[in-house]
């Protein structure tokens, strides 16, 4: 059915596809039927091949309100238009690539503009169906389709270019259509790696997620978290911010202001940029993601707003390292840094256009304009010339006619493009495709279709002739661009003229690798140039100690707040990245950046806040001066109870032991041992033994002295009152009446001791009397501790009452009033015990204090009971 197309895989060519080219190629023919030169009169590069790759370059800069080109050359736009031509060159005139077939170029000017690009492109998808049977196609209006044939026909078979990214968008939108495959070496936004729309795009540059990454990386190895961003309208400038902007919220850094540049923005757009820059006075650092020229006017502005402080550029490959850029802004720009790809410089290319001359070149038809505007002359052959004559123009009064001696070099500012490298590996990968292809389709032996690693020719730059037989096969002319594209051009690998590695990854994009640039000023030199500070390779790796920043000695800060200080946290104010520093509280630790949380009880905060340690666990030390007292007291208590339990032994059949009711003195000094010996639970560490022993020592140890007391008070109380009264001998007043009530009141202590341990569990517990200290305690509440003595405080009364109604008995009985004495200073030892105690629950060490001074009445008691017991005669004691 189609000359060309009926090669194309029939499950691509479908009936809408058909329609949509017979739409087109209407279209077209009544575009060619109306007479428009538009087209037709476009300046081209065209050189004849037996297969055709097509071009396109911004060899102009964009018209100022006008859809066309502008009046300037653009100077990365030709180097990138002669690295494609020298690459050409090189594969024709290389043995080992293509041998016998020769490559041709259709190269068009896209100004920098991406609908200019578009219309450009129709020219590649003519040559396409100038070849199509169009007898099968009717139009509208019912006419045959007529495609005008000229010097640019035949089918191109892959396109190298756009370079930026907007223009790469739109063409590839349009070439997939025709599967004409496309590399560019310049075009880096994300979105051109989705094959579902871009299926036949490739490029020997990365995409811009790793840019993006990498300005990151910059920015946070400065410690900048608050800086501004401003972008290109367009595909380049849109996805690239859109990307940075992602990473940077993945890793805290905030935007303080985002702006874009439009595509017809005029000075006082780019002044309002500035001026809402200005706004965010603490964001100093700015990120550019931006085309050229409009990183150019960006700085015009910021030097027409006069700043005081400087902004620290960060700027893409959008910027990289292009000189012209910055001529007259070098004192704003100085500082900037910027992200390239990482390139290396080809001296072979660069002898090729130190060799080039407007005579010579005659296939670049814009040369003469870029000869012109590089040596700020006339061409004698050009229409310039002409008007310098007559006087036509006053701006070409300044230059002079260009002489034949001059050449390209360094000392007239020539210097390799950064992309020119990719230009040059996009035409070889191309050309190693098609090699491949020519392998399988062209001859009969089975050859190696991997990685090819030959070495390369001598640099040679005429074209060979073309009159000699073309050893392309037809089936290599009309294989299909798709297979094509994901059978041999992305299988592709080889080492290029630079040394480096060239080949795509499954989405068609390159290898990311980036310098990391910083735009200084000369030593001893007015001059800047841009020095290499740095690589990113899926890492940055930068040399802090060659950086210099604009009017700054130290690194600049970009930060809306300052990082708060050990213990404080961040309460956000306004932006995200603003904050005023609060304090935590002194338990608390710093959770995050936000947040404060508590120790708990028990713990405290290290002095850096970031966590915290367990507090030191008190409780009475032996040899705490607390302890020692008490210990001492206790071990005089001891000694002289056991003297007198001794000397009662000794004398147990004695008239004076038996008089002073001996069995109740042994019970009596059990009761005071017991209570000296519960000093050593009260001061150990609290166990729960410890624990177990303090309650019985204290509860139990009580009753027996006071049981004791108590049956003594009764008795005497009962023999005295029953004397006034009868001569009749009383009941229950013998030793073991006495021993047996003295016995059962201690039963009922017991009995009440027990009870307590089973409703309060012996046991530990941690007290906190406040959040800077831990007591180790005893599991007893104060409560419960008090109701334990409560039957203690029943007989301690009783027993006053006793002694108070005998306190007038005759003088020999003189133990009833030791025994009141005793009372009455219990009374009053117990009635300060409870407020104090009560009142000083914070020190354990008061507390235990409190408890063992209820034994100093044991010891008061225990010096007036000696001299109860000794007859009613102190002299009788060891008689």
Same mark, same amino acid.
């Given at each position: 059915m ?12 479908n009936?809408?596809?058909?329609i ?10 009544q ?12 300046v ?22 006008t ?77 045959i ?14 396109v ?24 560019s ?70 935007? +303080? $202001?985002?702006?874009?540049?439009? %595509?017809?923005?005029?000075?006082? &757009?780019?002044?309002?940029?500035? /001026? @809402?820059?200005? !706004? ?7 990120i550019l ?11 015009? +502005? $910021?030097?027409?707003?006069?700043? %005081?402080?400087?902004?620290?550029? &960060?700027?893409?490959?959008?910027? /990289? @390292?292009?000189? !012209? ?30 060799q ?116 392309a ?14 059978n ?12 480096s ?23 001893n ?53 603003c ?13 995050d ?8 009880p ?48 000794r ?6 032991v ?19 010996c ?8 609290p ?13 139990v ?5 006071y ?53 309060e ?29 409560l ?34 200073t ?7 015990f ?8 914070n ?23 000696l ?13």
């Amino acid at each position: 059915m189609w000359d060309v197309f009926r090669m194309k895989s029939s499950n691509v060519w479908n009936v809408p596809i058909g329609i949509m080219l017979m739409s087109a190629t209407c279209w077209l023919s009544q575009l060619d039927i109306a007479g428009s030169t538009q087209v037709q009169d476009t300046v081209s590069v065209s050189l004849p091949g037996d297969i055709i790759l097509g071009g396109l370059f911004p060899v102009h800069e964009k018209g100022e309100g006008t859809p066309s080109c502008g009046p300037k050359v653009y100077n990365r736009g030709v180097q990138r238009l002669e690295a494609m031509l020298y690459a050409i060159d090189r594969v024709n005139n290389d043995t080992n690539i293509l041998p016998g077939i020769t490559i041709g170029v259709h190269i068009l000017d896209t100004c920098s503009r991406d609908t200019y690009a578009l219309n450009q492109s129709l020219q590649f998808v003519r040559a396409s169906l100038n070849n199509l049977d169009t007898s099968v196609f009717e139009c509208s209006d019912t006419s045959i389709p007529q495609l005008r044939k000229n010097a640019t026909s035949g089918p191109v078979f892959g396109v190298i270019g756009g370079s930026y990214s907007s223009v790469s968008l739109q063409v590839a939108n349009l070439l997939r259509l025709f599967h004409i495959p496309q590399i560019s070496p310049a075009s880096t936004a994300k979105t051109l790696s989705d094959k579902s729309r871009f299926d036949l795009f490739a490029r020997t540059v990365p995409p811009d997620t790793f840019q993006s990454v990498a300005l990151v990386d910059i920015i946070k190895n400065f410690n900048w978290s608050y800086v501004s961003t401003i972008h290109s309208e367009g595909s380049y400038g849109e996805y690239g911010i859109e990307a940075f902007h992602k990473e940077a919220t993945e890793r805290h850094v905030c935007i +303080a $202001a985002a702006e874009k540049v439009p %595509s017809a923005a005029d000075d006082k &757009v780019f002044d309002a940029i500035i /001026g @809402k820059l200005l !706004k965010k006075p603490n964001a100093r650092g700015v990120i550019l993601f931006t085309r050229a020229e409009d990183a150019r006017r960006i700085l015009l +502005a $910021a030097k027409r707003a006069n700043l %005081s402080q400087p902004f620290h550029w &960060v700027a893409s490959d959008g910027w /990289g @390292k292009q000189q !012209k850029l910055l001529e007259g802004l070098e004192d704003i720009a100085e500082g900037a840094i910027t992200v390239e790809l990482q390139s290396e410089i080809i001296e072979d290319f660069d002898r090729y256009m130190m060799q080039l001359t407007p005579t010579s070149n005659k296939r670049n038809p814009w040369f003469a304009e870029y000869w012109e505007d590089t040596f700020n002359c006339v061409l004698p052959t050009s229409s310039a010339s002409d008007k310098i004559n007559k006087g036509d123009d006053s701006n070409q009064k300044e230059k002079v006619v260009c002489d034949d001696s001059f050449r390209l070099s360094d000392k007239v500012g020539y210097e390799q493009e950064s992309k020119t490298q990719f230009v040059v590996d996009a035409v070889y990968a191309f050309a190693h495709a098609l090699h491949n292809l020519h392998n399988d389709l062209c001859t009969q032996s089975d050859q190696n279709v991997g990685p090819q690693h030959h070495q390369h020719s001598e640099s040679v730059w005429y074209r060979r002739p073309a009159d000699r037989q073309s050893q392309a096969c037809p089936n290599m002319a009309s294989y299909d661009g798709k297979d094509f594209y994901n059978n041999y051009l992305l299988n592709v690998s080889f080492v290029d003229l630079a040394g480096s590695e060239v080949k795509f990854d499954r989405q068609g994009d390159g290898l990311a690798r980036y310098d990391i640039l910083n735009y200084q000023r000369l030593d001893n030199s007015s001059g800047y140039q841009y020095k290499v500070i740095g690589k990113w390779f899926n890492s940055l790796e930068l040399n802090l100690d060659t950086l210099v920043w604009n009017k700054a000695n130290e690194m600049p800060t970009s930060a809306c707040s300052l990082p708060c200080e050990a213990g404080m946290i961040k309460k956000q104010q306004g932006d995200t990245c603003c904050w005023i520093c609060d304090s935590c509280e002194a338990y608390e630790y710093v959770y995050d950046e936000q947040t404060c949380r508590d120790c708990g009880p028990g713990l405290w905060p290290y002095p850096d806040k970031l966590s915290c340690f367990a507090l030191n666990i008190q409780y009475m030390r032996w040899n705490s001066l607390f302890a020692l007292v008490p210990l001492a007291i206790a071990v005089l208590g001891i000694t002289m109870t056991i003297i007198v339990i001794v000397l009662f032994a000794r004398n147990h059949d004695t008239p004076l032991v038996r008089a002073s009711g001996r069995e109740l003195s042994y019970t009596l000094l059990f009761g005071i041992l017991v209570c000296y010996c519960n000093t050593f639970a009260l001061i150990a560490k609290p166990t729960i033994g410890s624990c177990v022993l303090q309650r019985f020592g204290i509860g139990v140890g009580f009753s027996i002295i006071y049981s004791a007391l108590l049956t003594k008070t009764n008795r005497i109380s009962r023999i005295f009152h029953s004397a006034s009264k009868s001569a009749q001998r009383l009941k229950y007043i013998s030793p073991q009446s006495q021993v047996v009530i003295t016995t059962s009141l201690i039963a009922i202590q017991v009995l009440i001791t027990m009870i307590w341990m089973i409703v309060e569990p012996p046991g530990t517990r941690f007290y906190y009397p406040d959040r800077t200290e831990v007591i180790l305690k005893c599991k007893i509440q104060d409560m419960s501790f008090l109701f334990s003595q409560l039957y203690n405080m029943i007989l301690i009364t009783i027993c006053t009452i006793y002694a108070i109604k005998t306190r007038k008995i005759p003088e020999n009985f003189n133990e009833s009033k030791f025994i009141g004495f005793t009372m009455y200073t219990t009374c009053i030892i117990w009635l300060a015990f409870v407020p104090i105690y009560f009142g000083t629950g914070n020190s354990y060490e008061i507390q235990k204090l409190l408890r063992l001074s209820n034994r100093f009445d044991y010891f008061l008691f225990y010096s007036k009971e000696l001299i109860s017991i000794t007859d009613f005669t102190p002299h009788n004691i060891f008689t």
